[in-house]
Nanobody, 125 residues
Framework: QVQLVESGGGLVQAGGSLRLSCAAS????????MGWFRQAPGKEREFVAV????????YYVDSGKGRFTISRNNAKNTVYLQMDSLNPENTAVYYC??????????????????WGQGTQVTVSS
C-alpha cells in the first residue's frame, strides 16, 4: 500500500508561484511514474504532469508547458510540482498519484492506483 500526502497549496496572486510537494510512505514510489492532477469546482479531474521512475522523462498538459515543472527526489520519496506564472484558471484542488502498473508513456489515467487527499491552490486576480 502507498500513502501520498500533498502539501504546499495556498492562496497566491496571479503571476505568482507555488511549489507543491507529495510525500509518499509505505511502498517506495521510486519504482513508479508519479503524476499530478487537479480538479476545479464543477469540473472533472484533469491531468497536469507526470514524471518517469528515474525522473528522466516528463510530460505536461498543454496549458502547463513552460510554466509548470515536475521533479522528484527518490531518496526522499517525494515528488514536486513547481508552478509559475499562475492565473485564476489554475485554481483547483491538486492531487498527486502513483501509477505502479503503468506500461505506456505517458501513463493512461486509469493506471493511477494511489491518490493523495489533495491540496487547495487558489489564485486571485
Amino acid at each position: 500500500q502507498v500513502q501520498l500526502v500533498e502539501s504546499g497549496g495556498g492562496l497566491v496572486q496571479a503571476g505568482g508561484s507555488l511549489r507543491l510537494s507529495c510525500a509518499a510512505s509505505g511502498r517506495t514510489c521510486s519504482n513508479y511514474p508519479m503524476g499530478w492532477f487537479r480538479q476545479a469546482p464543477g469540473k472533472e479531474r484533469e491531468f497536469v504532469a507526470v514524471i518517469s521512475r528515474r525522473g528522466d522523462n516528463t510530460y505536461y498538459v498543454d496549458s502547463g508547458k513552460g510554466r509548470f515543472t515536475i521533479s522528484r527526489n527518490n531518496a526522499k520519496n517525494t515528488v514536486y510540482l513547481q508552478m509559475d506564472s499562475l492565473n485564476p484558471e489554475n485554481t483547483a484542488v491538486y492531487y498527486c498519484a502513483a501509477a505502479p502498473n503503468a506500461s505506456t508513456w505517458p501513463p493512461r489515467t486509469y493506471v493511477y492506483d494511489y491518490w493523495g487527499q489533495g491540496t487547495q491552490v487558489t489564485v486571485s486576480s
